[in-house]
């Protein structure tokens, strides 16, 4: 348990305390769901070890399972298991993950991305005459779901560095569903606003009173049918859910689904292949910061946006009493146009499409990164384009992706040293809106291009049998580039915004000196190659001017990221861990 001088240490550090500079010597669309409350959050510290998610319940699983010696895979398999449960709009067994593992020596980057169905074309989301189908057609009902991937990737990640026995992972999801839950008040707010989860009969009859009302908050909501597929899983592996009944079962869900069947076979789920990659890792002033490599777009685009910042003066420009002044939303808005201009034509599943040039290296040139940099001046770009790497030999056309923002994200450091950052997904809110043994079944096929082709050529995210669709998740880990000491692991959901969410803690912990809560709770920014958008409510009207004046066409509407981190810090020579949540959602941090 945490105890008091952990929590009055969490509350010091949440202030203006001048130790949160130790890291940096030591060591940081669619409309968004809906929000809750913004509720203000000191941070957690913690000795040993340390979880930090998105509902307390699984925060609690994960928290469980390091008390009792497991490592930082473990106890990430119990957290999304319970997230599975208690947070069904947002990831689960149904959906695809990536994770950052460090095992103390080594960096891995696991992928649990969705595959597109053998049969699935480049037309998959096209009408007749070539033009993009409706967003409602390609996301709602079985055409968009993907081979689910995160169960995979678990049991690969926990066979290589589990601890305790796979099964007793299961346990605290297996008596929650059915002892039951209380429903918060985010799982209320996204039944009350989402019209599609109640027309599949089976969501409907649970989520959903004989009213047709969503259950309300603090009802105790049961879930044996998920109970019942957790306890099969638990007892004969993943196998279990990818080529028995399970499989059968959510094949046959989607394929008669009844006005937008999809082509999801059960030998497309039996034939799912969880992959371990290389890294992206890059230096970024005195530290290495390692993301998550294609078909993940975000650990390239935040090492490029990181690049293109570290040819300028940020320390300078340091928010002041938690506000963030024009000109750094000015550079970090110009150097997310850049780096988003390269995401939205090159950036896809590098098994099917090349990277330009000699690929990440390529992309991640400094002398490439430079002469992006230089392209900021005094007025904003408005849109800027893709640039082109040393070495570059291939067109590709321009994508069109939907990509939404319901996702999770968990973080977790052990007591061996090990550490983990894993975003989690079911893709829009409540995936497909299809629910099948317990569990909602992603809508992930969404995330490729839905133009297949333009006069550029051919658009690099397009969708492809076997091909796993580009993502923007950005798992993020660092570390201390001279003692090679892991400090911080963050990432974020939110859609295309992660990239800039994530970058945004990184520079405010590694540029501003902030704790990984203070920078988690700093107003969200940044563009997507689009209008410079800006957390609604948290910029003054004279930012808002200045920007304006700069020649930015602003968008401020509710940013709700759910970032979760935790940072390594060094308080009068003992290290603590620190954990943060976002203020946005229901996230906490727990560790002994």
Known sequence: MVKLKMLALAALLAGAFAPVHVLAQDAAQAAPEVGINYTDKAGWASKKFMVSAANPLAVEAGYTILRQGGSAIDAAIATQLVLTLVEPQSSGIGGGAFLVHYDGKDVQAFDGRETAPAKATETLFQKADGSPVSRLDGVVGGRSVGAPGVLRMLEMAHKEHGKLPWKALFAPAIALSERGFPVSERLNGMLQWDKHIRKDPVAAAYFYDKAAKPWPVGHLL?????????????????????????ARDIAAKVAAHPTNPGLLSAADIAGYQAKVRKPVCNDYRAFTVCGMPPPSSGGIAVAQMLGILETKDMRALAPVDGKVGADAVHLFSEAGRLAYADRNRYAADTDFIPL????????????????????????????????????????????????????????????SGAGLSMTTTVEDAFGSRQMVRGFILNNQLTDFSFDSRDANGPVANRVEPGKRPRSAMSPTIVFDKKTKKLVLAVGSPGGPAIINYVAKVLVGTLDWGLNVQQAISLPNFGSRNG??????GRFSPA????????????????MNSGLHGIQRLTIHGQQYWFGGADPRREGVAKGD
């Open 222 to 246: 049961k879930n044996p049918e998920l109970a019942d597929t957790l306890r099969a899983i638990a007892a004969g592996g993943a196998d279990a859910f990818y080529k028995g009944y399970i």
């Open 543 to 558: 930012v808002h001017e200045a920007l304006k004046a700069r020649g930015h066409q602003l968008r401020s509407y509710d």
């Open 531 to 536: 209008p410079t958008e800006l957390e609604a």
């Open 356 to 415: 330009p040039g000699r690929g990440i290296p390529s992309l991640l040139d400094k002398t490439y990164l430079a002469k992006r940099a230089a392209l900021i001046g005094e007025k904003s770009m408005g849109v800027a384009t893709a640039g082109t790497p040393p070495g570059m030999d291939v067109a590709w056309g321009l994508d069109n992706a939907i990509e939404t923002p319901s996702t999770s994200h968990l973080v977790v450091m052990d007591g």
